[in-house]
């Protein structure tokens, strides 16, 4: 597990209602592709649809396990394809992911998210899209941490 440094500055604006997404401090769109290039060049990372995320959203799957170990591993319903992780489209720029719960805690007091608005566990999060480069390589880490919870 990462050691995560804080967050600098305020929080961004989110959603008050569904979907759950960012509203304030969006990544910038080159800052944006770098994420989404470093999250599916991971390995074993497949890029796909989301079950639960707007369609601009990209579900992240893992080509060597299809089906959650458990639900609460996951995004979408145990009914739907094991997704550890979706990042959400440029406009918004956040991801959602699963992480242990005492992780979750850690992240959201350390300012690098939120509680999911539409939780089904309390291992589902918001992570801020990343403002920076910096921020980019924590990000991807924070995905790394939930694609080894998903993994077990």
């Known amino acids: 597990m990462t050691v995560l440094p804080a967050r600098l500055g305020t929080r961004p604006k989110t959603s008050a209602s569904g979907p759950h997404r960012q509203l304030s401090q969006?990544?910038?769109?080159?800052n944006w592709g770098r994420l989404v290039a470093a999250v599916f060049s991971l390995p074993k990372v497949v890029e796909g649809h989301s079950a639960v995320s707007p369609a601009s959203s990209r579900a992240v799957f893992l080509s060597d396990l299809p089906v959650a170990?458990?639900?609460e591993t996951s995004l979408a319903p145990l009914t739907e394809r094991l997704e550890p992780v979706h990042v959400h489209g440029v406009l918004d720029s956040s991801l959602h992911v699963c992480l242990p719960a005492e992780r979750c805690l850690e992240v959201c007091a350390l300012g690098w998210g939120e509680p999911h608005q539409y939780a089904d566990h309390a291992t589902e999060i918001m992570v801020y899209g990343p403002r920076d480069r910096e921020e980019?390589?924590?990000?991807?880490?924070?995905?790394?941490?939930?694609?080894?919870?998903?993994?077990?």
């Not at 980019?136 to 077990?152: H, L, P, Q, T």
């Open 26 to 30: 969006i990544s910038p769109p080159q």
């Open 136 to 152: 980019i390589a924590i990000v991807v880490e924070i995905v790394r941490e939930s694609i080894a919870f998903a993994r077990g």
């Open 69 to 71: 170990r458990s639900a």
